[in-house]
């Protein structure tokens, strides 16, 4: 099976997941509905069959009419106690149907273990090949600064050689360039711990990096 189709697979196993879990959802939440209307039912019924049971004491209604009340109240008490049960089986089902969700999962990836342990190693090796490469555009770009420092160094050890000066020391390229300021906060050249962990685990690049790449493209500096 090709990547994106195990891939695509997955994805519908986890759709079927959420919708799973939504229809056993909704269905939970009209049981507690169909509860709170029956309650209501109830309420009522028991202070209509009260007085009844009170009125038949007097005789004012037969035993019948009132045993015809009395065992409409029970019907809604045992519906009431038959709504409380099919909640709790809900639970048991919605679990249970999960779980073989998740099951089946499993056992789509075991099928494919080869795959993404393949998957893995590529994208191991392209971390390395990205890092290699941004430290050959550092390289690239060092030589480039360094191309127009080379007068000021230069005129610096005559001047030191001619007695002007006495002393002609010029930072390393690190130093002057390592960090790049834009607006009032330095952005080191090194890729930190945090902000690899950042885009790694959560997919968030530093904003206040984005803005100073999109300032210095306003100031013409990139295209």
């Known amino acids: 099976m090709a990547k994106k189709d195990f891939k695509q697979k997955f994805n519908e ?3 079927r997941y959420s919708n799973n879990e939504k229809k056993y959802e909704d269905a939970h939440e009209a049981k507690q509905q169909e509860i709170i209307d029956i309650q209501t039912d109830i309420q009522e019924k028991e202070s209509h069959v009260s007085a009844l049971h009170k009125m038949k004491a007097l005789g004012d209604v037969s035993e019948d009419a009132y045993k015809v009340e009395k065992d409409e109240l029970d019907r809604l ?3 009431k106690d038959q709504l409380h049960e099919d909640m709790e089986l809900m639970v048991k089902y919605k679990t249970d149907d999960a779980k073989a969700i998740v099951e089946a999962m499993e056992e789509e990836q075991a099928e494919h273990a080869e795959e993404k342990r393949q998957e893995y190693e590529e994208v191991k090796a392209e ?5 290699l490469q941004y430290l050959e555009s550092l390289q690239q770009l060092s030589q480039r600064y360094k191309e127009y420092k080379k007068p000021s160094s230069k005129i610096g050890r005559l ?3 001619l007695g002007i000066k ?3 020391y010029v930072g390393d390229t690190y130093s002057e360039i390592g960090q790049v300021f834009a607006g009032t906060e330095p952005i080191a050249v090194e890729v930190l711990n945090g902000e690899a962990h950042e885009v790694m685990q959560f997919g968030n690049i530093n904003s206040h990096l984005r803005s100073a790449v999109k300032q210095k493209q306003e100031q013409g500096f990139l295209k």
């Not at 971390?127 to 890092?131: D, F």
């Open 77 to 79: 008490k045992e519906k």
């Open 127 to 131: 971390i390395l090949q990205a890092k």
């Open 166 to 168: 006495k002393d002609s």
């Open 13 to 15: 196993m986890m759709g």
């Open 159 to 161: 001047k030191e050689q």
